[in-house]
């Protein structure tokens, strides 16, 4: 399994990430783990069956039953995410339930429940695996580990602009405080924060078209990994 191939695309929300990473496992025609919507699932699923976002036991017990499948992803976006047969694609990405997911995500049992369905993913041809800790410790041996970064303003404008596009009724100085706590308490928990691996190359992408990060992170795809069928810059 450390053979096949993986990029692990890390960095705090509002970074592109999640755009970055479907751009890049569509033109390599590599599968693509978005691994947000995991811990963003589970915090639907507690909250709408009122279970504590801080009853670790239950929580756990609660993703060992979770009815959850990813639907063949469409050009540039992830896959559709199935929760008992209902899509819930588009509930998942409320910020409440971004805020909700990082509060669970701080749990060790949780992220140790979830450790082992994140590797599955590792799956032939290459895996792009989107996150906060796809380098450091879900794919320590991934041969190609990017940390994006962008100034705080940006990265909640980029936010504000995608949830009103997507028809979410947001403001954007409450997305800007939410955005700190959340990334305030991503970086500083215990099980697995917010950080770049050792070896992974940081990108700041303020004020940075997202074609010229793609350009940026193709020329160190075929770099690392020399060129690969289909794929161009
Ligand atoms: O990336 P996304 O905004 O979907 O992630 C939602 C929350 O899930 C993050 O704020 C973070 O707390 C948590 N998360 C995590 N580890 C990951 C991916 C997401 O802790 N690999």
Redesign the pocket.
Known sequence: MPDIPVIAI?G??GTG??TVSGILATKLGWHLL???????VL?LTALNSGISLNDTDKLVQLLTTLNLRFESATEYSGASIILNDQDVSED??EES???A??????LPEV?QTLLER?RKFRQAPGLVA?????GTI?FPTAQLKIFLTASAEERATRRYKQLIEKGINVNLRDLSADIAE??R??KE?VA?P?RPAEDAVTIDTTGIKIQRVINRISALVEERFGSQPGFTR
Do not use: E
């Not at 978005?34 to 963003?40: A, E, F, I, Q, T």
């Not at 997911?101 to 701080?106: E, F, H, R």
């Not at 989107?130 to 796809?134: A, F, L, P, T, Y």
């Open positions: 890390d705090p929300s990430k999640g978005d691994s947000g919507s995991l811990y963003r915090a998942i990405r339930c971004g805020n997911a990082s509060l669970v995500a701080a992220r994140q989107d996150g906060r800790d796809m879900v959340r990334d308490r991503d928990r697995s917010l």
